[in-house]
């Protein structure tokens, strides 16, 4: 599926393109808005809620969100 930012500075922009990688979890790739640097990301979905996370150098240094469902 694909994350795109419906409020604040970005809305309308798409920050994510993930596929399921079993119960309520997600891998694929993640983009900065603000940078608009990809990063390799994963997700996981709890109820409306959704924590994002990216990192770079194969996972050295990550980087993570929570993210609400409006």
């Given at each position: 599926f694909s994350i795109?930012?419906?409020t604040g500075k970005f809305a309308g922009k798409t920050i994510g393109?993930?596929?399921a990688a079993g119960d309520n979890k997600y891998a694929g790739?993640?983009?900065?808005?603000?940078?608009?640097?990809t990063y390799a990301g994963k997700a996981t979905l709890s109820g409306t809620?959704?924590?994002?996370?990216?990192?770079v150098l194969g996972g050295l240094l990550c980087k993570s969100q929570t993210?609400?469902?409006l």
């Open positions: 795109t930012l419906k393109s993930l596929k790739s993640i983009t900065d808005p603000e940078t608009d640097k809620s959704l924590k994002m996370s990216g990192c993210w609400h469902k």
